[in-house]
């Protein structure tokens, strides 16, 4: 009895979905990968706060509903401080979270959030990230009327969080990947391109 009170806690994963897909579509995407590893963590799939305000790319692979988690153009990114919102409170009400597992748009967000925490800017009412996977991620890239104020001096210095990142080749992602600056990178490929699936 007391062998199983003192089994360990799988490391719990906050999964945030890419642009304009859903938390159920990250889901069946992640399940595609070996059974030796999805069964070592825990994953939570939450979806974005905002319907898809267009058509989305995996439309005919996968079915609606689609969300976004803030909405950018060549000019300004817009609610990007309510998504930020949003994810502490799902992170205060359904954590603790150990790491973070982010896919295009949500590889974005998972990227920058530890930076935030470390500033105090966000984030001060969970505990410190662990850990982050980041497939196919990007860099928030140059807007006419600057970046959202959370970003103001974002990625200006190394933030110490192990992470992986999974690069599709080719893909224009994999070399806003590499500017993502964390501390302890590891780099692995993609069969593919803007994709989840490994080799």
């Given at each position: 009895m007391?062998?199983?009170?003192?089994?360990?806690?799988?490391?719990?994963?906050?999964c945030?979905?890419g642009?304009?897909?859903s938390?159920?579509?990250?889901k069946?995407?992640?399940?595609?990968?070996?059974?030796?590893?999805?069964?070592?963590?825990?994953?939570d799939f939450?979806?974005?706060?905002?319907?898809?305000?267009?058509?989305?790319?995996v439309?005919?692979?996968y079915g609606?509903p689609?969300?976004?988690?803030?909405?950018?153009?060549?000019?300004?990114c817009?609610?990007?401080?309510?998504?930020?919102?949003?994810?502490?409170d799902?992170?205060?009400?359904?954590?603790?979270?150990?790491g973070?597992?982010g896919?295009?748009?949500?590889?974005?967000?998972?990227?920058?959030?530890?930076?935030?925490?470390r500033?105090?800017?966000a984030f001060?009412?969970?505990?410190?990230i662990?850990?982050l996977?980041?497939?196919s991620?990007?860099?928030?890239?140059?807007?006419?009327?600057?970046?959202?104020?959370?970003?103001?001096?974002?990625?200006?210095?190394?933030?110490?969080?192990?992470?992986?990142?999974?690069?599709?080749?080719p893909?224009?992602?994999?070399?806003y990947?590499?500017?993502?600056?964390?501390?302890?990178?590891?780099?692995?490929s993609?069969?593919?391109?803007?994709?989840?699936?490994t080799?």
């Amino acid at each position: 009895m007391l062998g199983s009170q003192m089994r360990r806690r799988k490391p719990r994963i906050l999964c945030l979905h890419g642009f304009r897909t859903s938390g159920e579509i990250l889901k069946k995407m992640i399940g595609k990968w070996p059974a030796a590893v999805l069964e070592n963590f825990d994953f939570d799939f939450p979806d974005a706060p905002f319907p898809a305000k267009g058509k989305s790319d995996v439309e005919g692979l996968y079915g609606p509903p689609y969300y976004e988690w803030y909405q950018v153009n060549e000019v300004e990114c817009s609610n990007f401080e309510e998504c930020i919102a949003y994810i502490e409170d799902y992170m205060v009400k359904h954590g603790p979270f150990d790491g973070l597992l982010g896919f295009s748009q949500g590889g974005m967000l998972a990227a920058v959030l530890p930076w935030m925490q470390r500033e105090g800017v966000a984030f001060t009412k969970v505990p410190k990230i662990k850990f982050l996977i980041i497939i196919s991620g990007f860099k928030l890239r140059e807007l006419k009327h600057g970046p959202p104020k959370l970003l103001v001096n974002a990625f200006s210095a190394p933030v110490a969080c192990p992470s992986l990142h999974l690069i599709g080749f080719p893909e224009g992602s994999g070399l806003y990947a590499t500017k993502i600056i964390c501390e302890a990178l590891c780099y692995s490929s993609l069969d593919g391109a803007h994709c989840t699936k490994t080799r």
